[in-house]
């Protein structure tokens, strides 16, 4: 319910040696699958073998579904299993010889929030905008501004943490569906997110994009996320940006120059994204890209940069810090 950054979760069920691929059947068999699963369960099995004696995954894949179905069987004392019931997936990860059987609980990715239907060219997980978010100085009570920002997802999870809305809220998990898990800890969950939420708090996002499909999009998916009346999207190229105001934050997702525009033209980009921030008064910039030259072509150096992964894609997150430090009270310090 409240995890932002995380991408899904699982209980484990159990860790064992396995050699071979007897090893590999017996250790599953010991595993009481019936403490979640009926007897009519459709069992979904998938994972992988790294730096292991079994290193043949869909072989390993078959000992495993094997080896559940024969547990329900003997524990439900029938040779019939139609797997027309609840729906459970089973993740094995086999490193350096050791076994991890994992039950996944979220379904989906975590990422899915709810609110992106649809999603534009070269999509930012929410996940990862999430994490740009809380790695940045931004404020609540100040302006923040992505120029980037096709379809809104790092403003719309910046306002989800800003108004402490739950990212898990209004979508399902898995578990949901499951007859042996107790669902009144899901309503209380549920309950806690609704009481911890600030939706009365005004809001200075903004969203820029060059392409109305995009700027369209994400407003449609504000709307749906209920934030329509506490962001905005509009239509603006980069080489308009201005960053006014004693204080404010930009955290941005700006093209690579692969999927999306050439090497020239983006180069060209964050040239016209440095003169803007040069000449801003007391803001901070928070970027991620691939491109190996982007502090060059920015003209200044990062005060920070760290390793961050957009699917998996190896980036950098470069971070230029505002010249003073904002306090609640509104005061500065040098």
Request: aromatic share 12%.
């Amino acid at each position: 319910m409240f995890l932002r950054t995380a991408d899904r979760v699982y209980i484990n069920l159990g860790e064992f040696s396995a050699y071979t691929f007897d090893e590999l059947f017996d250790g599953v068999l010991s595993i009481p699958f019936e403490d979640f699963m009926p007897k009519d369960a459709k069992v979904i099995v998938d994972g992988k073998c790294v730096k292991s004696k079994l290193f043949a995954v869909t072989a390993s894949q078959k000992i495993v579904k094997k080896a559940i179905m024969t547990r329900l069987s003997k524990v439900y004392k029938t040779s019939l299993l139609p797997e027309t019931g609840e729906e459970f997936k089973i993740e094995f990860a086999i490193f350096k010889d050791v076994v991890s059987i994992l039950l996944n609980t979220s379904g989906v990715g975590l990422h899915k929030r709810g609110y992106r239907d649809y999603v534009g060219a070269a999509p930012l997980k929410e996940t990862l905008a999430s994490a740009m978010v809380l790695l940045s100085d931004f404020y609540y009570d100040k302006q923040l501004i992505d120029p980037f920002c096709g379809s809104g997802t790092i403003v719309l999870e910046a306002a989800k943490i800003a108004l402490n809305i739950a990212p898990g809220l209004d979508r399902s998990f898995d578990f949901q569906n499951w007859s042996k898990i107790d669902k009144s800890f899901y309503q209380k969950a549920r309950e806690e997110a609704l009481d911890k939420e600030y939706r009365d708090k005004q809001l200075d996002f903004i969203g820029y994009d060059i392409d109305p499909k995009a700027i369209a999009l994400a407003t449609r998916h504000a709307m749906r996320a209920g934030l329509g009346d506490k962001v905005k999207f509009e239509v603006a190229s980069v080489k308009d940006l201005t960053l006014n105001g004693s204080f404010g934050t930009v955290i941005t997702n700006p093209p690579y120059g692969e999927r999306l525009l050439d090497k020239a033209e983006v180069s060209s980009l964050y040239k016209t994204l440095g003169k803007a921030y040069k000449n801003a008064d007391n803001w901070s910039l928070f970027l991620i890209t691939s491109a190996d030259n982007f502090e060059k072509d920015f003209g200044m150096r990062a005060d920070k940069n760290r390793k961050l992964y957009n699917s998996n894609k190896e980036c950098r997150f470069y971070e230029y810090f505002r010249k003073q430090k904002y306090f609640r009270n509104n005061t500065t310090k040098e």
